[in-house]
Antibody
Framework: EVQLVESGGGLVKPGGSLRLSCEAS????????MSWVRQAPGKGLEWVGR??????????GYGAPVRGRFTISRDDSKTTMFLQMKRLKTEDTAVYYCTTERLGGHDHWGQGTLVIVSS | SYDLTQPPSVSVSPGQTASITCSGDKLGDTYACWYQQKPGQSPVLVIYQDSKRPSGIPERFSGSNSGNTATLTISGTQAMDEADYYC?????????FGGGTKLTVL
């Protein structure tokens, strides 16, 4: 069974930075598209961004609210994806989920890691 | 930006059929998928490519997509199906989620 484990969440002040990690296992990581999806407390799902597989060029894409502030990267040797978040805002407070995109949808999700942006 | 609209809530009696809609401009021209999320849990993909079920998803879950509307149908709804449901599609290369629908089984 695919396993995705997020880490790195916590409390950070507005304007600060944080890096999240997603350690993946039990599937062919270097062929998979990976994404981050977030959910603010009591709210719906919001796509953060995606990283295509290295075999497909490793292109990234981001949702409008985070474009220019967040960066997704991957280390295939460690089967880990990262989300570098800079210039954080209070509205970035959310649970951040790591997902795979392999079936034309987000077919596997991690348990999520909570990021709180507050002074 | 591309928007997907879902009703905030839908109610259904046990054993009956629940239908949850998702509306977007020319939504039928792209694939839609659906997620189920129970309180305190991560979302689960229940329908992809409009009407396909991932392994392990019960047959009572089905989907369709045409025109401007995608529909998730749950036949013979059970108490365990009570959850939030989100539709999702693509706008060029970005991912768009609907606002979510709370399904109540009563």
């Amino acid at each position: 069974e695919v396993q995705l484990v997020e880490s790195g969440g916590g409390l950070v002040k507005p304007g600060g930075s944080l890096r999240l990690s997603c350690e993946a296992s039990r599937f062919t990581f270097n062929n998979a598209w990976m994404s981050w999806v977030r959910q603010a407390p009591g709210k719906g799902l919001e796509w953060v961004g995606r990283l295509k597989s290295e075999t497909e060029g490793g292109a990234t894409g981001y949702g409008a609210p985070v474009r220019g502030r967040f960066t997704i990267s991957r280390d295939d040797s460690k089967t880990t994806m990262f989300l570098q978040m800079k210039r954080l805002k209070t509205e970035d407070t959310a649970v951040y989920y790591c997902t795979t995109e392999r079936l034309g949808g987000h077919d596997h999700w991690g348990q999520g890691t909570l990021v709180i942006v507050s002074s | 930006s591309y928007d997907l609209t879902q009703p905030p809530s839908v109610s259904v009696s046990p054993g009956q059929t629940a239908s949850i809609t998702c509306s977007g401009d020319k939504l039928g021209d792209t694939y839609a998928c659906w997620y189920q999320q129970k309180p305190g849990q991560s979302p689960v993909l229940v329908i992809y490519q409009d009407s396909k079920r991932p392994s392990g998803i019960p047959e009572r879950f089905s989907g369709s997509n045409s025109g401007n509307t995608a529909t998730l149908t749950i036949s013979g709804t059970q108490a365990m199906d009570e959850a939030d449901y989100y539709c999702q599609a693509w706008d060029i290369s970005t991912v768009v989620f609907g606002g979510g629908t709370k399904l109540t089984v009563l």
